[in-house]
Nanobody, 123 residues
Framework: QVQLVESGGGLVQAGGSLRLSCAAS????????VGWFRQAPGKEREFVAA????????AYADSVKGRFTISRDNAKNTGYLQMNSLKPEDTAVYSC????????????????WGQGTQVTVSS
């Protein structure tokens, strides 16, 4: 198993930036693909970004492409989501997840989840 803990959320003005971290413990972090998902109040969870086990492949939701960057540091057992040019519609609880798949945009393929971190973007 792998345990995940997110950090870095907070309140930011529109146009600002935040960097989320996903610290992993347990089994070898580098064996897993990592994804970020978000869920706003009253809405379903949605895919944000994903990265393969070695960082060689990435995927983004159209809504964040060009503004968010996913990365990972396997030596530190940590994944990251750099969020720039934030918009009020980015407000949500952001969760990182780990998958045995190399990379996936489907939440059903992720077996390990963090508790989430709140991101609030004010207009």
């Amino acid at each position: 198993q792998v345990q995940l803990v997110e950090s870095g959320g907070g309140l930011v003005q529109a146009g600002g930036s935040l960097r989320l971290s996903c610290a992993a413990s347990g089994r070898t972090f580098s064996s897993y693909g990592v994804g970020w998902f978000r869920q706003a109040p009253g809405k379903e969870r949605e895919f944000v970004a994903a990265i393969s086990w070695n960082g060689g492949s990435t995927a983004y939701a159209d809504s964040v492409k060009g503004r968010f960057t996913i990365s990972r540091d396997n030596a530190k057992n940590t994944g990251y989501l750099q969020m720039n040019s934030l918009k009020p519609e980015d407000t949500a609880v952001y969760s990182c997840a780990a998958t045995h798949w190399s990379i996936s945009t489907m939440s059903s393929r992720y077996g390990y989840w963090g508790q989430g971190t709140q991101v609030t973007v004010s207009s």
